[in-house]
């Protein structure tokens, strides 16, 4: 008889839920390693904040550019292959920054050129791996699927960047190594999921694949949500800056930086295992609203800070706020989507996450050199508490939203 799981794991009971929280869990473990690596790397190359700047800007084009397309691919073919092709693109950068590093003469333009491969590869697991979760659990458990999610990532989003800093005291050679192998296995554990046709719905079109954005338009709460996120980590955002405070603000080095790349994932997880636990039922609206609002006062405070454990916890309440955003953001996309385009509204969905993300890396870089790094920083706390101002106003249907929206048919 299989062991009864706690209700807050409800969800693993499924097999192939349990393979592929796995394999994401690995390759986010992945990705925060490679971040934190290439970061410091980079800014010890060129001490320009600019340079951190272009390497999400580099990140960020080939995501833009592919991710509509990719949510097509999601849509007509199985999805355990759209992810283990985006993640074997993600192994060609890390062994070029491997080999780059190996060689002891790193050049700055091939290792925008490897950010750029890590991107393209984004563009392909991002809304395929959305899209796949309401396939992997019937729709009674998928607010715990969601939940469980949250927690591994934010988990990974932890372990991630302190291990990344700890292994980089070795050379930066081998945290790409590793994170190479961490992209294997997750390769390895998403072919092991059973075989998921695309929906018999689904076909190849040219024309359907603005059919995510045409649906998110007509959603007025899902646009409302995602546009939030959007704005509010684009200004709001602090993770290219963080390896000029760990260096010239704090002082605390590789291992330092790790551990505040370390801090907004401590604070999501968290908040993350907390609604595993006592998911969100009622006032859903307010919840978003004050998460982003925590965000925006929390990069205010690590702007200002100069002290270490007042940064650590200002990053910690920052990561919590993001993830009620995050939690809530994510239920309504998926609850309100149809299968047959859920690749192209996940695709749609991760244009204004990987907007916010690193086009948000290449506006704190630019801004910072324009105007300082506290300043910019300061600036961006600011604008994110008026993008709420803004968003309770031209959003009312959010603002006032008690509960989430029943699940759409058809999933």
């Known amino acids: 008889m299989r062991p009864r799981l706690p209700q807050a794991l409800y969800a693993l009971r499924y097999r192939d839920f349990a393979l592929y929280t796995a394999a994401r869990f690995a390759a986010t473990l992945a990705w925060q390693m490679l971040s934190v690596a290439a970061g410091w790397q980079i800014y010890a190359l060129t001490h320009d904040p600019l340079a951190l700047g272009l390497a999400g800007l580099a ?13 097509q691919v999601a849509d007509v073919a199985d999805r355990r292959f759209v992810l283990t092709g985006a993640y074997a693109c993600e192994v060609l950068s890390a062994g070029l920054l491997c080999w780059l590093a190996w060689s002891n003469q790193p050049r700055i333009w091939a290792m925008y050129v490897a950010m750029a491969l890590f991107g393209a590869g984004r563009a392909f697991w991002m809304p395929a791996g959305q899209a796949i979760t309401p396939r992997l659990v019937p729709p009674a458990a998928f607010p715990n699927a969601v939940a469980i999610n949250g927690t591994l990532f934010q988990t990974a989003a932890i ?56 649906f998110v338009l007509r959603q007025r709460v899902v646009l409302g949500a995602i546009s ?43 908040v993350a295992a907390v609604l595993a636990i006592y998911p969100l039922k009622r006032h859903v609206g307010s919840w978003l609203f004050g998460g982003v609002v925590v965000f925006g006062v929390a990069t205010l405070v690590f702007g200002a800070s100069h002290d270490i454990r007042l940064s650590l916890a200002a990053l910690f309440c920052l ?57 910019a920083v300061l600036l961006g706390g600011v604008a994110t508490l008026l993008v709420v101002v803004g968003a309770r106003h031209w959003f009312p249907e959010l603002r006032t939203m008690d509960r989430f929206p029943a699940a759409v048919s058809g999933r």
């Open 59 to 71: 990140q960020f084009l080939p995501f833009v550019t592919l991710v509509l397309p990719a949510g």
């Open 159 to 214: 372990g991630g960047p302190g291990v990344g800093g700890a292994l980089y005291l070795l050379g930066p050679a081998v945290v790409y190594a590793t994170t190479a192998s961490l992209l294997l296995l997750a390769m390895v554990l998403v072919l092991a999921i059973k075989p998921l046709a695309a929906s018999p719905r689904a076909a190849w079109c040219i024309s359907d694949t603005l059919e995510g954005l045409r």
């Open 228 to 270: 939030l996120d959007l704005f509010a980590v684009l200004f709001g955002g602090t993770t290219a800056l963080l390896p000029i405070f760990a260096a010239d603000v704090l002082q605390i080095g590789p291992l330092g930086l790790g551990i505040l790349r370390a801090a907004p994932g401590l604070g999501a997880l968290t």
């Open 319 to 375: 990561g919590g706020g993001d993830m009620v955003s995050i939690y809530v953001r994510h239920l309504l996309v998926q609850l309100q989507t149809p299968d047959a385009i859920r690749g192209r509204v996940s695709a749609v969905n991760a244009i204004f996450i990987g907007s916010s993300n690193e086009l948000g890396e290449f506006e704190s870089g630019v801004t910072a050199r324009c105007f300082g790094l506290v300043p």
